[in-house]
């Protein structure tokens, strides 16, 4: 009987130290996850729902005290021209300014109906800067954007970025996608003098920012982390341990 506990008790004990070290790398990861979770919370209003961005599969959750506008406010825009266009305002603080294009396809024509005419659609990138351009009076290159990446490896997204110093205020351009899918872009404005307690934000909205497939599991209830922006995550490392 003394020899079965002990063979049991060295089996237990062999397991113990072979599953100790990846049982402790995974509690720590998930309990990092939590405080990262929380922060975003802290920090980041819940993703508008029932919307535009709800329909597009764009999942932006909007810095803290931000309030959808009734309407764009950034500037008058041609009917048609993008499909979404959505305004997120803290009075006297800040805003964003949000702009997009999704691959759809095309509905079929109703029989006898006549069918509006859509404006014609340059490069969405080009439109966006010379949009910016025109309200802000600012040279602008959209070939001085700089690739910058945001998110959580391995799941992060990449960004065509600029921002724009305009003395008492900066505007910061974030452009996503690309021609074959969903586009995007964010456009945030502060004045310089609330810099430091908005950058913060802007960081972590970034990278809860999702599209597609990813941004669907996040609007009905499941972890962002769960796939990349425009991916799949790479690889599964399992359920995390128990708390």
């Known amino acids: 009987m003394r020899r079965v506990v002990g063979i049991v008790l060295s089996a237990g004990l062999v397991l113990a130290v072979g599953c100790g070290p990846s049982y402790d790398l995974r509690l720590e990861k998930t309990l990092e996850e939590m ?3 929380r922060r975003l919370d802290e920090n980041l209003n819940e993703p508008a729902t029932k919307g535009k961005l709800e329909e597009a599969q764009i999942y932006l959750r909007p810095p803290k005290d931000m309030v959808p506008a009734q309407t764009f406010q950034l500037a008058a825009v ?27 396809p095309k509905a079929p024509a109703k029989k006898g109906a006549a069918q509006p005419e859509a404006p ?8 966006v800067v010379d949009l910016v351009k025109n309200v802000y009076g600012a040279e602008l290159d959209l070939a001085a954007f ?16 600029m921002t724009l110093n305009l003395n008492a205020k900066k505007v910061q351009i974030y452009l996503y996608g690309s021609k074959t899918s969903t586009q995007v872009a964010l456009i945030f404005e502060y004045p310089t003098t609330e810099e430091n307690s908005v950058s913060p934000k802007i960081g972590l909205c970034l990278d809860s920012f999702a599209v597609g497939d990813r941004a669907r599991r996040a609007f009905a209830g499941g972890e962002v982390e769960e796939g990349g922006g425009g991916g799949e995550a790479a690889g599964d490392e399992g359920a995390p341990p128990p708390i």
């Not at 997120?88 to 949000?98: A, G, R, T």
């Not at 014609?120 to 439109?127: H, L, M, Q, S, V």
């Open 146 to 161: 700089k690739d910058e990446t945001k998110g959580r490896e391995p799941l992060t997204n990449t960004f065509k970025h």
């Open 78 to 104: 041609e009917p048609g021209r993008f499909d979404v266009e959505s305004s997120f305002i803290e009075p006297e603080k800040q805003s964003l300014h949000v702009l997009a294009r999704v691959i759809r």
């Open 120 to 127: 014609p659609r340059g490069d969405f990138n080009t439109e």
């Open 35 to 37: 405080k990262y979770q």
